[in-house]
């Protein structure tokens, strides 16, 4: 006898979880915790999902992102919307690919990448080194066309990005070097509210748009570590660090004068040799709240 579709969904729902979203409930996962392109063992290349109840909205794409979206039992058909905050490599190597790879795994529903310019350039060229590929599998797989699917909001303006599903996104400019314009995002769910600082110097105006936020995922460098860098070009890295990001106190002092409720250090950089209480005994120079130094796969 044929086991009935009931049957088989029963199954499925006995199993483990693995490839299944956890169902009617938000989440905030790190999907990667290192800052910059370099492949390490220990952390992943800058991402983070925010799943709201089974519709996976994420912010940067370094790579690797769909592979870590598969670890955290996120399903690659439910990518709904991609937030970029600037486009250095570590947070836009991944874009097309994980589009693609999303539809080769079965997506069928549109995605919206919003950014700063030139994000639309961007997309159009990672998706036009994939083309072979997506017309492959139009032809052998009956999958249907991916050129509909896709979206870009580049906008180079900071203020409301977009209302959806009773959850409203807004972004400040942060000041990235000469990354500009540079964006962190603030979320507001109808369960909390999300920051995201995207990558920055101290930055005044992502204090205001953290201000009272129940999550700020801040971005660190670890001061001491920093002249210790090796490298021939150690120098030119550890000023452009300073100049570009934000120092573990720092993040700190913007949570306190934001008064959110939580931070989440993220984007670490160096991405290891500092251990958990080192990052947090920066941090308590001035921040007394809860910290917490991500890792990932953390569910924040
Ligand atoms: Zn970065
Ligand atoms: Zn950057």
């Known amino acids: 006898m044929q086991p009935s579709r009931r049957t088989v969904l ?43 109840d089974g519709r996976a909205w994420v912010v940067d794409c370094g790579n690797g992102v769909a592979n870590q979206l598969a670890k955290a039992r996120m399903p690659l058909d439910r990518l709904a919307r991609i937030f970029v905050t600037h486009n250095h490599s570590d947070h836009v190597a991944d874009v097309g690919n994980l589009i ?8 069928k529903t549109p995605v919206t990448v919003h950014g700063p310019p030139p994000i639309r350039q ?28 896709v979206s870009v909001d580049e906008r180079a303006e900071p203020g409301l990005v977009v209302r959806d599903g009773g959850t409203m996104v807004t972004s400040a400019l942060v000041d990235h070097e000469t990354i500009k314009p540079a964006f ?7 369960g909390r509210s999300i920051v995201l600082s995207g990558d920055t110097r101290y930055s005044d105006a992502l204090v205001r748009l953290a201000k009272g936020a ?17 490298g021939e070009n150690a120098a030119t890295l550890a000023d452009h660090l300073r100049r570009s990001h934000t120092l573990a106190e720092q993040a700190g002092l913007v949570a306190a004068r934001a008064g959110v409720k939580k931070l989440v250090l ?35």
């Open 10 to 52: 029963a199954a499925f729902a006995a199993m483990p979880l693995i490839g299944a979203a956890p169902a009617g409930r938000n989440r905030v996962v790190l999907l990667g915790t290192k800052g910059g392109p370099t492949p390490t063992p220990l952390r992943s290349e800058p991402a983070t999902l925010i799943d709201l």
């Open 266 to 300: 993220s984007h670490l950089v160096p991405g290891a040799g500092v251990s958990d209480a080192m990052w947090i005994a920066a941090v308590r120079k001035n921040f007394a709240g809860p910290v917490v130094v991500g890792r990932d796969l953390m569910e924040v």
């Open 184 to 190: 962190a995002y603030r979320f507001d769910t109808p």
């Open 214 to 230: 129940d999550l700020l995922i801040h971005e660190a460098i670890y001061g001491p570590m920093i002249e210790r860098m090796a």
């Open 122 to 149: 961007i997309v159009r060229d990672q998706l036009a080194a994939l083309a072979y590929d997506v017309e492959a599998r139009i032809r052998e797989e009956g999958r249907v066309p991916l050129a509909p699917l």
């Open 100 to 107: 693609e790879i999303a539809w080769s795994s079965g997506l």
